[in-house]
């Protein structure tokens, strides 16, 4: 098993670009996550999906759309990217059992110039 | 809303034993968890306890949750150089068990 992987590890983007980031889970987790992670603070949730065809806003969604077509992907969107989206992003998986935990992907390095 | 709060720093000298604390909001938080991050990586899993659970004991690492206070504490024993990384706090709760997640708690062992 990958666990959870993403795609692209690195990217540098000029304000306006736009973008899409792949999360990729190979353990039929029924949730998925995208969080982002700025200097000296913790990660905070941007999106999040309980199911395949469904997604939810969470704390800092605003700039960001994304799209869970199939049950293992989970694609986060910037249509018009700016600096202050400049950050890494993580994103994760988890089971529905009351004991799963989430499971984390490597990141994504997205500077926004 | 939820709102987890960790103090940033911790130095201890390698041998002694860590404490990191945090303390949070929600009480309908399910569970409440302990990640690891070291430069550059992402968050590992280091051990999580359950909302009705008052301590759990991994290795050499120590979990006590306070419900009433809402602290949670980390305690890790014979502190080595190998663990100096950022320690975050975080707490599940929300319809598809969301974390939030405390500032970090910068961990540093000195030889």
């Known amino acids: 098993n990958a666990g959870v992987t993403q795609t692209p590890k690195f990217r540098v983007l000029k304000t306006g670009q736009s973008m899409t980031l792949l999360c990729a889970q190979d353990m039929n987790h029924e949730y998925m996550y995208w969080y982002r992670q700025d200097p000296g603070m913790g990660l905070r949730l941007i999106h999040y999906s309980v199911g395949e065809g469904t997604t939810a806003k969470g704390e800092v969604p605003d700039g960001y759309n994304v799209s869970r077509l199939k049950k293992q992907n989970f694609l986060l969107g910037l249509e018009s990217a700016a600096p202050s989206q400049t950050s890494v992003y993580f994103c994760?998986?988890?089971?529905?059992?009351?004991?799963?935990?989430?499971?984390f992907g490597p990141g994504t390095r997205l500077l926004v110039l | 809303g939820e709102d987890v709060e960790q103090s940033l720093f911790l130095s201890v000298r390698e041998g002694d034993s860590s404490v990191i604390n945090c303390t949070y909001t929600d009480s309908s938080s399910t569970y409440l968890y302990w990640y690891k991050q070291e430069p550059g990586a992402g968050l590992q899993l280091l051990t999580y306890?359950?909302?009705?659970?008052d301590m759990k004991q991994d290795q050499r690492l120590t979990v006590l949750l306070n419900k009433k206070d809402k602290h949670l504490s980390l305690r890790i024993a014979d502190t080595q150089t190998g663990d100096s990384a950022i320690y975050f706090c975080?707490?599940?709760?929300?319809?598809?068990?969301?974390?939030?997640f405390g500032s970090g708690t910068q961990l540093t062992v000195l030889p």
């Open positions: 306890i359950f909302s009705n659970m």
């Open positions: 994760a998986s988890m089971g529905t059992g009351w004991r799963e935990t989430q499971y």
């Open positions: 975080a707490e599940s709760c929300g319809s598809a068990r969301q974390l939030t």
